[in-house]
């Protein structure tokens, strides 16, 4: 039989790489570190058509992400969508900065994409960004193309 | 014929009355270990004692089997992935199953056939040699000194364990896929970084290692403490541990996974 002694390092050394395990998942593989002790700031969207954009997408400014979308809403008065993402507070703003929802790859998941304008005052918290670009519905893109390519046809009947 | 058809409906009746006693009977229990858990914790060593042969002792199963569920992640991931021309997905496809679902799974499934039998049998044979008896003759409360401490040991050590299990198996991904293979080791983990969410991914990972140490170790010092105290009473309890407890951690883990991430 083990001493009292023993048998408490063991159990120590068993926590002690246990807890170290759930620290290595939070660190390294959910990259909790990114965005858990900065302040965060919310700013405001409004979109014709959001796609497929969800929930915790990420929002990007020149490809860095500096936000993650928070609430996805529907304005009962103008039948748009409303975009509620959280700006990381390191990250600032002009106010006439404006939001695409953009796609990563042919196939990727939906972010949105901010371009930052030239105003000199900056985005505050609850602001709303004036300039913004739909998804591009891939339907509605195929549907524009054959309605040309048969306005082509058309013209190019003999007459 | 009319005879059959009687036996075989107050057969059946006896098994449903049975297995409601049984089940009323395992909440009461738990009511009563809840109870009396005061003494583990105001002698805590009790409970290190167990942590040692419930956790400790599955270290070594829970790494190995974690190392190698992690490879062979690697290795099937990449060759669908590759397919689509997206082998860097494999780091988040590798560390996402591990943490939802075989982490907590795999490693409760060891658990229980590792630590989980090892307390049946234990508190089985304590009972079948009169030594609980023994002790409520001293004025020892078993349920406190013996069954409560168990339990705790394995919720304590079962998060823990799931969380090495994950860890070795996301280690075992990344030597197969980046080291192995030839993955970009940049791509593979910052995938990893961006898709894998704390609250999402890691911390249901542990409410669900969490949830099945508490079923496993319940089934596990109910049938010790119900076994009949025979030899072979003892061998059909632990079984018995055995097959309820993996079963009752696949069916959690359908309901939990059903809650945790729908829609997501």
Known sequence: MMSRKELDLWVGVFVAIGLGALLFLAL??????????????????????????????????????????????????????????SIDGRYKFPRDTSAKILTSGLLGEQYIGLSAGGDTAELKDGDTLKITQSAVVLENLISQFLYSKAAEGDNKKPQ | MRK???????????????WIWRLGFASRFFAVMLLQSGTSFRRFHLTIREIYFAGVLSLVIILVSGLFVGMVLGLQGYDTLVRYGSAEALGVLVALSLLREL?????????????????TAE??????TEQLAAMEMMAVDPIARVVAPRFWAGVLSMPLLAALFSAMGIFGGYLVGVRMI???????????????????????GVIKSAVFGVAITWIAVLEGYDAPPTAEGVSRATTRTVVTSSLAVLALDFVMTALMFRGV
């Open chain 2, 103 to 119: 982490g907590p799974v795999v490693a409760a499934l060891l658990f229980a056939s590792r630590a989980g039998s090892a307390i």
């Open chain 2, 4 to 18: 059959r058809i009687t036996e075989l409906l107050r057969d059946l009746g006896a098994r449903v009355t049975g």
């Open chain 2, 182 to 204: 030839g993955v970009d080791a940049g791509s593979f983990w910052s995938q990893m970084q961006s898709t894998v969410d704390f609250h999402e991914d890691v911390l249901n």
């Open chain 1, 28 to 85: 390294k593989v959910a990259n909790l570190s990114a965005f858990s002790t900065s302040q965060t700031y919310a700013i405001i969207a409004r979109f014709d058509n959001i796609g497929g954009l969800k929930v915790r997408a990420p929002v990007k400014a020149a490809g860095v992400v500096v936000g993650r979308v928070s609430e996805v809403g529907f304005d009962n008065q103008t039948f748009e969508a409303t975009v509620t993402m």
């Open chain 2, 123 to 128: 508190i089985g044979l304590m009972k079948a």
